[in-house]
């Protein structure tokens, strides 16, 4: 199963398109593959092209319980959704937004320090490329750092300190 996410601005409209036209290609590599891609509230599903076996929706519930269990996701760039799949420990493919500072300079940087996901870029990615990197990817052990869990206790540490 892999599951395809832009987030919730239409942005990453052009993203699913071209995700979309890959599944073909991915199939003939992985030919159990599943896709759901979710088009969030500002893309229209039935704008989206579909296939047998590939699912739009636009909105999945505990998304973050889907991408946990998933064989691989497919997203832009953001942090949240980036440091979720690190923490469950599951192969991404990641693009970020061009000029977007954060998705290619911190998050780009926080993702390398976890050995995480696979960087993409949009605009050297034609749909075979995406659809050869879905196929090596898919169900991929990985091998992430542990993403810490104990920020709360270290703030809070240091604010008492400061008391």
Not at 25 to 32: I, N, T
Not at 56 to 80: E, F, I, K, M, S
Not at 97 to 104: K, T
Request: proline share 6%; aromatic share 8%.
């Amino acid at each position: 199963m892999c599951i395809v996410t832009v987030g919730g601005s239409g942005v990453g409209a052009d993203l699913l398109r071209r995700v979309i036209a890959a599944f073909p290609y991915a199939k003939e590599g992985v030919p159990d593959l599943r896709m759901i891609v979710v088009a969030g509230p500002r893309i229209d599903p039935a704008s989206l092209p579909t296939h047998e076996c590939l699912e739009v929706v636009p909105y999945v519930h505990n998304l973050y319980r889907h991408l946990a269990a998933c064989d691989l996701a497919v997203a832009q760039g953001g942090l949240t959704t980036s440091m979720e799949l690190t923490a469950q420990k599951r192969p991404f493919l990641y693009f970020p937004l061009r000029h977007h500072f954060e998705q290619n300079f911190h998050v780009r940087h926080r993702l390398e320090r976890y050995g995480a996901g696979r960087r993409m870029d949009y605009d050297d990615s034609p749909p075979e490329l995406i659809a050869a990197a879905i196929a090596q990817e898919i169900g991929r052990e990985v091998d992430y750092r542990d993403v810490e869990t104990d920020g709360a206790a270290k703030a809070a540490r240091r604010v008492a300190e400061l008391l």
